[in-house]
């Protein structure tokens, strides 16, 4: 039996980035707050909670005054920068560049939409409640119209100007129909509009769009595939789903655990990926287990 890793799985820079930070912070202190997992995989999050970093939530954030406190690559919304500086809690931020400078296109598109007659609105494609949208929403002082599927309008005004936006972890093919299914409505309620009333940003890291090609080249040359991602990750759940549909024998799995060894009966080439929040250690423990 063959056993292959895929090389383009695991961490984002972004993730990378936030944990590197953590664990500088944690070898000079040994001790840290982060406001929400680090990352949605509970075995990193174990992993570090070892080495002292303590998950907290905004509730908990009055109770922290004069600590340091993490912010991980999600981003967090004005308003947490704004209570930490009441609080003088020295805020250690691992923003992705990337969330960041989504962060600061969509306050620029807020101000320019604010500043029209009618006002328009400042769409954006993400999951409902996702620590980076609530973020990415705090930028719009919470009225930014959010969509979870590419058939999910009906909180837009389309007879308004609309400034579209995504989350960065979505998928590039959901984007583009959503995009469609805008352009379609926007003809059926206001006929011909000029093209500044309707303005798209494709804002999804190129990291989670180019994941999908290579995704299904590695999917296509084994037998077998463990998906290895937390339950809560977004980005974990579109590319299992994603890696699904190329190769029906695909398994979704969070730790070595839930392996079932029935799953490799007459299995010559097993291939083991993750999502962008699957650290590697996690996905060779995989492959140990089911070497031994």
Excluded at 9 to 16: E, K, L, N, P, S
Excluded at 47 to 72: A, F, T, Y
Excluded at 77 to 90: C, M, N
Excluded at 186 to 192: F, K, N, P, S
């Amino acid at each position: 039996m063959q056993i292959k890793i895929d090389d383009n799985a695991g961490f984002c820079f972004g993730v990378v980035n936030a944990i590197g930070t953590a664990e500088d912070e944690l070898a000079r202190s040994g001790t840290l707050y982060c406001l929400g997992d680090i990352v949605h995989n509970n075995a990193e999050v174990q992993r570090l909670n070892q080495k002292g970093l303590q998950v907290i939530d905004h509730h908990q954030i009055p109770s922290l005054r004069g600590e340091k406190v993490l912010i991980r690559a999600h981003g967090e919304p004005p308003s947490t920068y704004q209570q930490a500086k009441e609080l003088d809690i020295r805020l250690v931020d691992a923003t992705c560049p990337i969330v960041l400078a989504l962060q600061q296109k969509i306050r620029k598109g807020f101000e320019e939409m604010r500043s029209l007659t009618p006002s328009g609105q400042v769409v954006i494609f993400g999951k409902p409640g996702h620590a980076e949208v609530i973020g990415l929403c705090g930028q719009t002082d919470n009225s930014a119209v959010i969509v979870s599927t590419p058939n999910d309008l009906e909180g837009i005004d389309f007879t308004r100007p609309i400034r579209l936006y995504s989350q960065t972890t979505k998928s590039k093919e959901e984007y583009a129909q959503l995009v469609q299914n805008m352009h379609q409505r926007i003809a059926e309620v206001c006929g011909q509009v000029d093209a500044n009333h309707f303005v798209t940003h494709n804002t999804i890291c190129n990291r989670v769009s180019n994941r999908s090609r290579q995704l299904e080249e590695f999917a296509r040359e084994v037998d077998i595939v463990l998906f290895v991602s937390g339950k809560g990750s977004s980005n974990g759940h579109y590319l299992y789903e994603y890696c699904l549909s190329v190769q029906p024998n695909t398994h979704l799995i969070s730790e070595v655990d839930e392996l079932d060894m029935s799953w490799f009966e007459g299995v010559h080439r097993v291939g083991i990926t993750g999502a962008t929040s699957t650290p590697r250690w996690l996905m060779e423990a995989v492959a140990k287990a089911i070497s031994k």
